[in-house]
């Protein structure tokens, strides 16, 4: 409805003064307009008013339907990943309306909690570090009050997923079998899908001791370690992500759908150990127990193999080697089996016509019948121990 004032000949004074009232109710009509949540995300105040020259004042008509309330609050980050989502509008509500979307879209439900106010909740978690549209339809096609007042247009409310727990990526990772570590939660209740990426009381324990022993050093629960960087890039591997050993967004969403499915490491937990005391050799383990010993050559003292653990992070079945000798020369030799762990040096099978002391040029060989007995032993992510 518009007002239309005017100050006219022959106005009395006591309708001038009627005037005055409508003009400041008028004012006072515009400064109690509801919110709404524009495409920005922002929270804005719903209608607008100008005021022209003179004694003429012009008013447009306010949304009869508007948005009183979001949360999260529209720019929230470090939302947790169960949040669940309010909506409070200025009028009860139809009942046969369309409801808000998310992008990107998660399962979940949403429901009236009151004749004002709709609420979604998830059944699975929000992705860590991601973030969510929550898209609000509008206009005649939209939300609609009982009476029939609509949203003037489509909004949208934006807010960020706080970033993943490296201590529950590492109690996700040993449930489904990428740790030599298992985790035994506190509480025998399953839990929720949408507390799956939700840090759970419990404590680990180590599967096997007779790794535990070189192990141990390398690993601290909810801290970035080589026992975690080796787990991680084994997932990569089997999920077809990229095996940089880091728990980006993707890897979370690839986590939280096997924890939920209960897709577990289909391998068994692989570690390779090898010493440079002579006679030079190589234990392989599986689950705990060692299934090959094979005496092996490691890097000449002129190109040594660097001590210390490492991960497997390129593997081929079969390669020819090219690089320079220590005294300049050119080489191009045919090996098997190779499992690269540090720069150029990998485990791989090469012919000798002994095996036990340095020889090599960093790499450490093994008899070919060996390694290709070890090759299927040694995926990406392997742990590889080069001790003194």
């Keep these: 409805m518009t007002m239309r004032t005017s100050y006219g000949k022959g106005l009395s004074k006591s309708h001038r003064g009627a005037a005055s ?9 515009v400064a109690a307009a509801a919110v709404v949540v524009g495409s920005s995300g922002k929270i804005n105040l719903a209608g607008a008013s100008s005021t022209g020259p003179g004694n003429h004042t012009k008013s ?43 992008s990107p879209s998660i399962p979940g439900q949403w429901s009236r909690i009151s004749p004002n106010t709709l609420t979604f909740q998830p059944s699975a978690s929000f992705l860590p570090s991601s973030s969510e549209t929550v898209n609000i ?5 939209g939300i609609k009050s009982t009476t029939g007042e609509t949203l003037p247009s489509s909004s949208s409310v934006v807010f960020n997923i706080a970033p993943g727990s490296l201590l529950r990526a590492q109690q996700i990772l040993a449930q489904l079998g990428y740790l030599p570590l298992a985790f035994n939660p506190s509480s025998s209740t399953p839990v929720a899908p949408q507390n799956e990426a939700i840090v759970q009381p419990g404590t680990f324990s180590w599967k096997w001791s007779s790794m535990q022993q070189y192990l ?26 990229t095996t940089d050993g880091i728990v980006g967004p993707q890897v979370w969403k690839a986590l939280l759908t096997a924890v939920t499915k209960g897709q577990t490491d289909p391998k068994p937990y692989d570690y390779v150990y090898v010493t440079k005391h002579l006679p030079e050799t190589m234990d392989l383990y599986s689950n705990g127990q060692v299934i090959i010993t094979t005496p092996i050559n490691t890097g000449i003292p002129q190109s040594p193999t660097p001590n210390g653990t490492f991960t497997v992070y390129l593997r081929y079945p079969f390669q020819i080697m090219r690089g320079t000798n220590p005294n300049g020369t050119h080489y191009a030799d ?8 540090y720069q150029s040096d990998a485990l791989h099978g090469f012919y000798r016509a002994s095996y036990g002391w340095p020889q090599s040029l960093g790499c450490v060989e093994q008899p070919i019948p060996v390694a290709q007995k070890v090759y299927p032993y040694t995926p990406i992510g392997t742990l590889v121990t080069i001790a003194p």
Aim: proline share 12%.
């Design 334 to 341: 045919p090996v098997h089996w190779i499992s690269y762990f």
């Design 137 to 141: 339809p509008g206009g005649s096609s």
């Design 60 to 102: 447009t008509t306010l949304p009869a339907l508007s948005i009183t309330n979001v949360t999260p609050n529209p720019g929230a980050s470090n939302v947790a990943p169960n949040t669940g989502i309010t909506i409070t509008f200025s009028a009860p509500l139809q009942t046969n309306i369309p409801v808000p979307s998310l």
């Design 216 to 241: 141990q050093s390398m690993w601290t629960p909810g801290q970035p370690n080589l026992v975690t960087k080796g787990a991680v890039m084994a997932f990569e591997d089997q999920h077809d992500l």
């Design 21 to 29: 009232l409508l003009i400041v109710a008028g004012i006072a009509v």
